[in-house]
């Protein structure tokens, strides 16, 4: 227990089960009001010796009975409280037989079995499996699963659970019908999954490499059968990408997806039986943006790539979360990086780390991707553990090449086919198969921070030799002290450039060369280097560190147009606009007259004129950062100042860039069909970029807003009409107003779409945007119960629209704290996930860290707190 009487769970207590279960038969008759489950385990102790009660986790449960060998048990032979069931002293090999009843039409948490509209679902990860019945629910206990659930024909046309339908019958009380599912492979009760309701079906097929045909089925309402195309072919996509990379073939005959609107995350690998938000499902030009379908795409791979990275080998205990988590998304940008632009997704995925990651790790919420203590599992799905954990999987990749690393991905699953293991299995594995030392390398995986390096070099003219100097420190986070951190084994990408733009190095075509820091302080020397180059350094972003900038801005302009590593491009791009407006920024605050550094303006100049390669790669390089990514490189947080410093700049390059912009406009529109590769995905995203930039203007030309006018009413797709929206919601006025109307008209039948629409009033930088929001909460569309509207309104307000969350006022904290008090006895988790934007007070000045602050110590006060918010408020307090 912790100050608050929290239960704290630490990892260094993990202790192997004392029972095993080798199969569970469950049975669901599912009722209008009530859900009766009977559960028959067959329960085997491990100890011979030790005869110790047998403890199962149940949350929520109305238990009925309990039976062993078929006796019922009287209430002196057990004990019963609010999380669980001890049988005092069962046999050493029993069967055990439990009735509970529960109520899904209740339950808002979305955990456990309840109902998204009238469609019965489950969500067992990770702790979900105790709220349906009571059980040792852990990931290191592995049964054979057979599931009988039973229903009205008419309401629930449809059953599925994980594995193969081996039986189908009616029930003769009237009306109901039953199906039988076994799964084979034995798995964790968290990848359990039960689906029921009025579903329709999109049917493909997919021949293994070994030639078996799996069915491949999509479920979802009738009315959405015609948006699965894009779900479809990804999902065929992915199993040929794993059966190409890593020799691995699907396992079952079935794969099923089913997409429900009532959803917590993203989506859910449950054996053969994927649940997901519909939102990474379905898909059509009108309603879906390119985001959107690459998000489908990732999403579809993610779980499909769970089924044996996760799924045939599971996570011994919740604290190796990245095990799966780390390592699949790993897979997924791998994949996606195939599919689309390599330069394009690798700049994405940074960008999460850098605007999303490098936050959490500097805050009170830091953990290592291992972490050692927690107290709300639910609170670990993080992106440290998932995409800073995929940066520790790729630098494994990076240490061992990409060869070594299949060679340790097949060890890992020759050894741990059907077994629940650790991180360290992990890179033993990967270490065994390719005679590696990854012994100081884990230290990624227990120290939290994000690692700060610092650079210096020098060029000797005489000895034509070149010296680069690295340093390394880890800050300071909650239970961990820097001086304490040990040096992490950081593999670094680097290229040296001579001033006319050529690389140094050339040993097989490899531009680049691997570095090993492992040292606190560590000097690279390179010989033969006959005159003074240019640093390319950290390659494709090879390690998640913080590189302290050690160039000078000309360095920086040069890398922005020269470097080879296109990544490096982008890199630099970013660092110099970075840097640029920050200088604003320190202006502003002083109240010096406002001077630009006109390196940057001649680089974007020449980004824009030269001949366009990848139309993505250019509108990546153009786009500023977000206020949430720059504010990390301030010490006190004057959101207003870094509202108007990243505004300026942006206004700045429009004026001057008028002309290019409008061209880069109307030579990148759409000639012939939509279509949605990279190439045409490219050139929307740059098409709108420089919209973009014409409508920043002040004042604002009619002309321009025209154009956007022009495009928000002729445009077929999503991309272009959403884009054009968002440009007009910063110009209040009847205008915008008739177009919002005109949109909610068109698309109130949709609630994906209708998200869309919800989000992008909440990110309006005008003044009234907090009033518009309240608003917007009664919206007869609007549901608190609904994690996507959620997430549209005040997820998007709160973490999507800085300057106007951190209004002077207070007043969107005070919002934002009212909502999560409301959410908190609807959906503790997501109430939870939306406290994030208030943690990191004391990244900001004065007088917002007393409002912020004052708004936790509200939040903390509520009795009867979830222990979801509990824990991320007491540790940022
Ligand atoms: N395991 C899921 C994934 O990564 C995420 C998830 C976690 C979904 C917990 C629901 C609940 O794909
Ligand atoms: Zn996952």
Known sequence: MNQAGKTVFFRKDYKAPEYSIEKIDLNFQLYDTKTKVTAISCVRRNNKENRSPLILNG????????????????????????????????????????????????????????QSGPIFCTQCEAEGFRKITYYPDRPDILAVFTTRIEADVEKCPVMLSNGNLIETGSVEEGGRHFVVWKDPFPKPCYLFALVAGRLSCVNDEFITSSGRAVDLKIYVEEKNLNKCDHAMVSLKKAMEWDEKTYGLEYDLDTYMIVAVDDFNMGAMENKGLNIFNSKYVLTSPETATDEDYIGVEGVIAHEYFHNWTGNRVTCRDWFQLSLKEGLTVFRDQNFSAEMNSPTVQRIKDVQILRNFQFREDSGPMAHPVRPETYEEINNFYTVTVYNKGAEVVRMVQTLLGREGFRKGMDLYFHRH???????????????????????????????????????????????SSFHLTVTQNCPDTPGQKGKNKKPFHIPLALGLMTENGKDLFGKNGCKTEILHLKEQKQTFTFTNIAEKPVVSFLRDFSAPVDVKTFQQDEELAFLMKYDSNLYNRWESATRLSASTILDVVRQLEKGTPIQFNELFFDGVLHSITEKIEDP???????????????????????????????????????????????????????????????????????????????????????????????????????????????????????????LFTDFYRKWEHDSLVMDKWFA???????????????????????????????????????????????????????FLADMILQLDSINPQIAARLVSPLTNWKRYEKRRQILMKKELERIAKKPGLSPDVSEIVNKSR
């Open 760 to 814: 992008i009033q909440a990110m309006s930088s005008h003044e009234n945007c907090l009033s518009t929001v309240k608003h917007l909460l009664s919206d007869r569309l609007f549901s608190m119960e609904n994690p996507n509207k959620v997430r549209a309104l005040i997820g998007a307000f709160s973490s999507g629209n800085h300057v106007q969350f951190h209004a002077i006022n207070g007043e969107g904290y005070s």
């Open 59 to 114: 949350e929520n449960l109305q238990l009925i009975s309990v039976k062993i060998d078929g006796n019922v048990l009287s209430s002196s032979e057990y004990i019963l409280d609010n999380t669980s069931l001890t049988v005092l002293t069962p046999p050493a090999v029993f069967e055990l037989e439990i009735v509970t009843e529960i109520y899904p039409q209740e339950n808002k948490a979305l955990e456990g079995l309840y």
């Open 417 to 463: 086919d059907g077994q629940a293991v650790t991180c360290d299995d992990f890179i033993a594995a990967m270490a065994d198969a390719t005679g590696t030392d990854l012994e100081q390398f884990k230290n990624w995986y227990c120290q939290a921070g994000t690692p700060v390096l610092e650079v210096s070099s020098h060029w000797e003219a005489d000895s």
């Open 616 to 738: 993505a790669l250019l509108a990546l390089a153009l786009e500023l950062p977000p206020e949430t990514a720059l504010a990390l490189q301030l010490d006190s947080v004057d959101p207003d100042l870094l509202f108007q410093g990243r505004t300026i700049i942006k206004r700045e390059l429009a004026t001057r860039f008028q002309n290019e912009f409008l061209f880069l406009y109307i030579n990148n529109q759409e000639a012939g069909k939509y279509r949605i590769s990279p190439e045409a995905m490219g050139r929307r995203r740059l098409k709108n970029c420089a919209l973009s930039y014409l409508m920043s203007l002040n004042p604002p030309q009619d002309k321009f807003l025209q154009l956007c006018i022009d495009q928000f009413s002729k445009s077929a797709n999503m991309t272009d009409t959403i884009t054009a929206l968002r440009l007009i919601s910063h110009h209040p006025g009847t205008t915008r107003d008739a």
